[in-house]
């Protein structure tokens, strides 16, 4: 056993846990507090080559790949089941890292084993697809396999959830993979890397590597050794990503920001209505790729559902992991707060009002972690930076529309095409809105649910491919054509030797 403390030893590659190849450490601190979480292993360029070899090597030797579906699938159940067990510490690393309340932690895990068992079921349901060519004598089969190494990059603010969108279809599908978790919240990847090899996944399958974007992320895109990158992130490292994927012609998939309409019309239920909008914007802090940043709202009920709004944040009870009275925490860095309060500064200077909150909380409970008002800029039109940019911080927009035509066109009006929502009570309008928004998941008269077996991605810069569902599944197999002929004879087409023209 080394000298290093274990939490130290927190790389994995070809299923042995070690140290930074120089040493290197990064402190995890509490978003709430600043205290010190753990500290772990801060992975070089090398350790990331070494985890791609990993990969490549269990890849390429066959052994997970050739395993049947079955197996897999059982493997992924297996998983599933240690997470139950686990569960309680996994929502309590993951609630220390991301500083969100343990009730939702313990929601985010849930969601995690729920993703394991419908991908372990799924899995059951892949078959061969026989292609009539209209000819007896060829047989012609679309068959699927892994897609090989993968590179499987996620955020901060579910952590375990992005990962398991990522990590249950491609062990199903019998890829390897490395997976690299934000530098700020590497708990649960840890425990869920050394679940994996406990269910008995061999090893090489399951790599870990924790660390900076730009220097352990980095080269897991640009490896001609990696077949495939998942991401999930920002949309400035997603273009970074799709340009250093590019070189080696990777296939991608990228699960980038939203810029998520909330449109309320007139006839609306506006109780439930006016709950889900403070909901889809302030929970987790707005820390949300889909959250409802942008409310429409039609101008005959802007008033009262705008003060209403503005009535409920500034009642919300901001407070850290074990405050029991906590409705939502804290951000997760300081950088990031800064960069919340740029957005709110720039809308103001844009002609927003401001209704409430816009400013870091100065209540004394709140001094040592990076806690931001709920806030709520009225006045504002799609031109402005903060409707168009995400803040990714606990900050409502509100525009007005007239009519349904200008909902749509200005729910549209976006670089972005993640999610959106309809409130209305004629479900013929609410339905002509949700399809002509380009919105990669819609809700009418409700925000937020997802489940499993239902594709989540974006449209336009919101991303490219899909997670969840068959398609979430899909992208982690490549599609073989096996053409057999079961007659062989000459093609004919060129003239064979010594015959005559
Ligand atoms: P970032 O884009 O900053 O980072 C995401 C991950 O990419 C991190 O692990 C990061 O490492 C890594 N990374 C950064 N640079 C590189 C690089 N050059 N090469 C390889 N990897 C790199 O996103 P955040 O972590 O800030 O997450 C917030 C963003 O994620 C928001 O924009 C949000 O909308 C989006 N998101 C989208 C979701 C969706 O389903 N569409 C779901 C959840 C979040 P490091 O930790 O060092 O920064």
């Known amino acids: ?28 601190r509490s978003p709430h507090d ?27 030797s066959g052994v997970f790949a050739s395993w049947s579906w079955a197996q897999r699938c059982q493997l992924v159940a297996r998983v599933a089941d240690l997470l139950e067990r686990d569960a309680d510490e996994i929502a309590h690393e993951e609630s220390a890292d991301t500083g969100k309340r343990l009730i939702e932690a313990q929601y985010d895990v849930a ?33 699927h396999e892994p897609v090989g190494v993968c590179a499987l990059i996620g955020p901060w603010n579910y952590p375990l959830l992005q990962a398991s969108w990522k990590v249950a279809p491609a062990l199903v599908a019998g890829c390897s993979f490395i997976l690299k978790p934000s530098e700020l919240t590497p708990s649960t990847a840890i425990h869920l890397i050394k679940i994996i090899h406990e269910a008995g996944a061999p090893y090489g399958v399951a790599n870990l590597i924790l660390g900076a974007g730009a220097v352990a992320g ?43 309409p909330h449109i309320i019309f007139a006839d609306a239920d506006l109780d439930a209505a006016i709950d889900n909008a403070v909901t889809a914007v302030f929970l987790h802090s707005g820390q ?43 951000l997760i860095s300081k950088a990031h707060l800064e960069k919340v309060g740029r957005y709110v500064d720039s809308a103001l200077a844009e002609g927003a009002k401001l209704l409430t909150g816009g400013k870091r909380s100065t209540d004394t409970a709140h001094a040592s972690g990076w806690y931001f008002e709920p806030t709520v800029l009225d006045g504002c039109t799609t031109k402005m ?25 200005l729910g549209n009006d976006t670089i972005y095409g993640l999610a959106g929502a309809v409130w209305s009570a004629d479900r013929e ?27 989540w991605g974006g449209f336009k810069a919101s991303g490219i491919g899909r997670e969840l569902g068959p398609s979430g599944l899909h992208e982690y197999l490549e599609i073989k054509h096996i053409w057999t002929n079961t007659s062989p004879a000459p093609s004919g087409w060129f003239r064979q030797q010594g015959e005559n023209t």
């Open 111 to 143: 969601d995690v084993i729920s993703v394991f068992r419908y991908y372990a079921r799924l899995g059951l349901e892949v078959s061969d697809r026989q292609v009539d060519v209209g000819d007896d004598r060829i047989q012609s089969r679309i068959t």
């Open 288 to 330: 949300v790729c889909s959250a409802g940043t942008r409310l429409l709202v039609e101008r005959s009920i802007h008033d009262r559902v705008v003060s209403e709004i503005v009535r409920r944040a500034k009642a919300i009870h901001m407070g850290g992991p074990a405050d029991p009275a906590a409705e939502t925490g804290p």
């Open 34 to 60: 600043g205290s010190l979480v753990k500290t772990v292993a801060e992975a070089t360029v090398e350790d990331s080559l070494a985890a791609i070899s990993a990969a490549r090597v269990s890849f390429d």
């Open 385 to 409: 930076t903060c409707v168009q940019e995400e803040s990714f911080g606990p900050v409502l927009t509100v525009e007005i529309f007239d009519t349904e035509a200008e909902a749509v066109s």
């Open 218 to 260: 980095a080269p897991l895109t640009q490896d001609p050794r990696v077949d495939f990158v998942s991401f999930t992130g920002g949309l400035v490292t997603g273009k970074r990503i799709m340009a250093a994927t590019s070189e080696t012609v990777k296939k991608i998939a990228l699960e980038l920001g939203g810029k998520n």
């Open 429 to 455: 309008k609410a339905d002509r809105v949700a399809r002509a928004l380009r919105h990669g998941t819609i809700w009418v008269n409700d925000f937020g649910p997802y489940r499993p077996q239902a594709e």
């Open 1 to 28: 056993m080394s000298s290093l403390n274990a939490t130290e030893q927190s790389l994995c590659v070809n299923g042995v846990w070690r140290a930074a190849s120089d040493g290197s450490t990064r402190k995890i």
